[in-house]
C-alpha cells in the first residue's frame, strides 16, 4: 500500500498528555479526568483501557479540542492543542464513539472521499485515490462503494467509520471504541487489520476500549484508567508477566478446614474458593513467588492433599480488573 | 492553500448530493411556500371586498414573501444544519478539519445560498405570473441590497445556531424566530422610524423601491444605504460572537457532538 503520510511527523512523540484535568461544570461538578499524564511514541500502537467513565473518551476530545480542559497540557507532535489546534488536527483523525461518524444518506466511496477531503486529501489526486482504494479492499468494502451507508450493517458501518479516518492519512489516528456494537467476526477482523495498518504505514494508533481482547490484541503498550485517573502505564507484555508469575489455581478433594481458609486469606483476601462435586478449587494471587511455599506449607499442615496446581496463565482482562480492584481498595 | 479548494470543492459536492437525494423534499418545501403564498394573495383580494387589489401591494408582497422566504431558508440552513449534524453524529468530524469548523461552515453558507437564490427565483417567477405583476429585476441594485439584508439574518442564524450547540433541542425557538422575521418586515418605517435597525426591515424597503418603484441602488438616500450596511455588520459580527461564545461554552460542557 505504501502510504505517505500527509504530515510528517517532526517530532519522535506523537502525543504527550501532561497533568490533564477536566472538570465538567454544572451543579454536581463531574470530575471526569484528574491529573493524566502519559505520552506515546510515534509509531506506538497504544491502548487506553477502563471501564465507563474512565475519563478515556474526554482525554481523546481534550487532546483534539473537542472538549476544553480544566487544565494540563495535550500536545501532538509538539504543537499544543490550546495554541495551535489546526496542526494539531493536521496530524490527527479520529473516530469519536457515540457518534455515526459518517453520513448514511452517502455511499461508502462519498463519505470516504468527503472526510479525506476535509484535510487535504482529494480523490482527484491519483496516488490518494489508490490509497482510498487499497484501504477499502483491505477492509473488504471494495464491493460497497457505491452502497449508502444506510444500507450497511452496523459493523460495516463502523468499517467505514474507521476507513473513513484512516483515508485523512494523519500519522496519528485515535479509534475510540472501534469494536462496539460489533459482531465477533468483523471486531476479529479489526484486530488483525489495525495492527498490520500500523505496522505498514507506520502510524500511530491510539485505541480506547473496555474490550480488552481487542486490546490486548492490538496494542503494545496499554494505558490502564479508573475513575479519571491512570492506574498503570506498561506495555502489555510487562502487565501480563506481572501476574502470570504469581497466580494459581489449586484443586483439593473435600471442604478446606477453617484455619486453612484463614491463612489462604491471610495470603490473598481475594482468594476465590468453590466447592464443587465435592472437590475444592482455590485460585488467588501471591503477594511474593515465597508465598508459594508459605500455601504448601499451611495447607499440609491443614491436612489438605493438593491434587493439581497450575499456575493461570492471566490474559489483560485479568490484569485490568486486578488494577481496577487494587486502585478501588486503595481508595 | 491548495487545502481549502479541496475542502471547498468537497463540500459543494456533498451539498449537491444531498439536495438531489433530498429533491422530494426540497421540490415540496416549494410547493409549501407557492400555496402559503397563494393563501396570503386570495386572502388579500377577499380582504379587500372583492375589489381588485392595488397593484402596489401585491407588488410590495411579492417582494416581501420572497425575502422573507430567502431568509428563513438562510437563517434554517445555518441553526438547523448545526442540530442535524449533531444528531447524525456527524458534527464532531466536521470540528476536526484542520482548517476550523467555521470554514467548513462557510463553504455549506457559500452552497447553500446558490440553492437558496435558485430555489427563490423560481418562487418569484412562479409568484410574479401567478399575480399577472412582473416587477423589475435589476440585478445590479438587488444583488448587494438583498446580500447585505440576508447579512443580518447570518447574525441571527449564528447566534441561534450557537444555542442549537449547547441546548441542542430549540426546536420551538428555532420555529419562533421565523415568525419574528414576518414582523420586522411588516413595521412600517415611516410610522416606527427605530425599525429601520432591526433586521430585514430596512433591506425589505429597499429591495420594495427596486424591484416596485424602479429605483436604482445609487438613488437611495445615503443614510438608507447606511443604515442597511450598519444593521447588517452589526447583527452578523453580533451573531458570530455569539456563535463563538456558545462553541467555547458547548467545548466546556462537552456538548459539542451530544444530541
Not at chain 1, 444518506?105 to 486529501?121: D, I, K, Q, Y
Not at chain 2, 420555529?175 to 432591526?198: E, K, N, S
Amino acid at each position: 500500500m505504501g502510504a505517505a503520510i500527509s504530515v510528517t511527523p517532526s517530532a519522535s512523540v506523537a502525543l504527550e498528555v501532561s497533568g490533564l484535568h477536566k472538570v465538567f461544570p454544572g451543579k454536581r461538578p463531574v470530575h471526569a479526568v484528574t491529573d493524566v499524564t502519559f505520552c506515546v511514541p510515534a509509531g506506538d500502537v497504544i491502548g487506553l483501557l477502563g471501564p465507563n467513565g474512565a475519563g478515556k473518551t474526554t482525554i481523546i476530545k481534550c487532546v483534539l479540542g473537542l472538549v476544553r480542559a480544566t487544565s494540563g497540557v495535550t500536545r501532538v507532535f509538539g504543537a499544543e492543542t490550546s495554541n495551535h489546534p489546526g496542526r494539531v488536527l493536521s496530524s490527527a483523525a479520529a473516530v469519536l464513539e457515540g457518534a455515526r461518524n459518517t453520513y448514511w444518506r452517502l455511499t461508502v466511496w462519498e463519505n470516504v472521499c468527503f472526510f479525506a477531503s476535509l484535510h487535504g486529501v482529494s480523490a482527484r489526486d491519483p496516488a490518494h485515490r489508490r490509497y482510498f482504494e487499497g484501504l477499502l479492499a483491505r477492509f473488504g468494502l471494495e464491493g460497497r462503494l457505491k452502497t449508502p451507508v444506510r444500507e450497511l450493517s452496523t459493523g460495516l458501518k463502523q468499517k467505514v467509520a474507521v476507513v473513513s479516518a484512516l483515508a485523512r492519512r494523519t500519522p496519528l489516528v485515535f479509534l475510540d471504541e472501534p469494536t462496539l456494537g460489533l459482531d465477533v467476526e468483523t471486531a476479529y477482523e479489526l484486530r488483525r487489520l489495525l495492527p498490520e495498518l500500523a505496522r505498514d504505514e507506520g502510524r500511530t494508533l491510539v485505541i480506547s476500549s473496555h474490550d480488552m481482547h481487542v486490546v490486548q490484541a492490538v496494542c503494545r503498550r496499554v494505558v490502564i484508567m479508573s475513575g479519571g485517573r491512570v492506574i498503570a502505564d506498561d506495555e502489555v507484555a510487562n502487565l501480563l508477566a506481572l501476574f502470570r508469575s504469581r497466580r494459581y489455581r489449586l484443586s483439593m478433594p473435600g471442604a478446606l478446614p477453617g484455619d486453612a481458609v484463614a491463612g489462604v486469606r491471610s495470603l490473598d483476601a481475594a482468594a476465590r474458593i468453590e466447592v464443587e462435586d465435592g472437590v475444592t478449587k482455590l485460585e488467588l494471587q501471591l503477594p511474593a513467588a515465597a508465598a508459594l511455599y508459605r500455601l504448601m506449607d499451611l495447607l499440609r499442615d491443614a491436612g489438605v492433599v493438593v491434587e493439581t496446581i497450575v499456575q493461570s496463565e492471566p490474559d489483560l482482562e485479568h490484569a485490568f480488573l486486578e488494577l481496577v480492584r487494587r486502585e478501588r481498595e486503595r481508595q | 492553500m491548495k487545502h481549502w479548494r479541496t475542502v471547498f470543492a468537497a463540500v459543494l459536492y456533498r451539498d449537491l448530493v444531498m439536495f438531489q437525494r433530498y429533491a422530494f423534499n426540497t421540490v415540496s418545501g416549494l410547493i409549501t411556500l407557492y400555496i402559503v403564498f397563494l393563501l396570503i394573495f386570495f386572502g388579500i383580494s377577499k380582504f379587500d371586498g372583492g375589489a381588485v387589489v392595488s397593484a402596489s401591494t401585491v407588488e410590495s408582497m411579492i417582494v416581501g414573501y420572497v425575502l422573507w422566504s430567502m431568509s428563513i431558508a438562510v437563517y434554517s440552513e445555518l441553526a438547523w444544519s448545526i442540530t442535524n449534524e449533531a444528531q447524525v453524529g456527524t458534527l464532531e468530524q466536521l470540528y476536526l478539519c484542520p482548517l476550523g469548523f467555521g470554514f467548513v461552515n462557510a463553504c455549506h453558507l457559500v452552497s447553500s445560498l446558490l440553492t437558496n437564490v435558485l430555489f427563490n427565483a423560481v418562487l418569484l417567477l412562479a409568484a410574479m405570473a401567478t399575480t399577472g405583476r412582473w416587477l423589475l429585476i435589476d440585478l445590479v441594485s438587488l444583488t448587494p441590497v438583498v446580500l447585505l439584508t440576508l447579512g443580518g439574518v447570518y447574525g441571527i442564524g449564528f447566534a441561534v445556531g450557537g444555542l442549537a450547540l449547547v441546548y441542542k433541542r430549540i426546536q420551538g425557538f428555532f420555529q419562533i424566530v421565523q415568525f419574528i422575521f414576518v414582523g420586522f418586515m411588516m413595521v412600517p418605517l415611516d410610522v416606527v422610524p427605530w425599525a429601520r435597525w432591526l433586521p430585514l426591515a430596512m433591506g425589505n424597503e429597499l429591495a420594495r423601491r427596486i424591484m416596485v418603484g424602479g429605483q436604482r441602488v445609487w438613488h437611495f438616500p445615503v443614510g438608507d444605504l447606511v443604515t442597511l450596511v450598519v444593521t447588517a455588520a452589526v447583527y452578523l459580527a453580533l451573531g458570530v460572537v455569539a456563535f463563538r461564545v456558545a462553541e467555547r461554552v458547548a467545548r466546556n460542557r462537552g456538548t459539542l457532538g451530544q444530541y
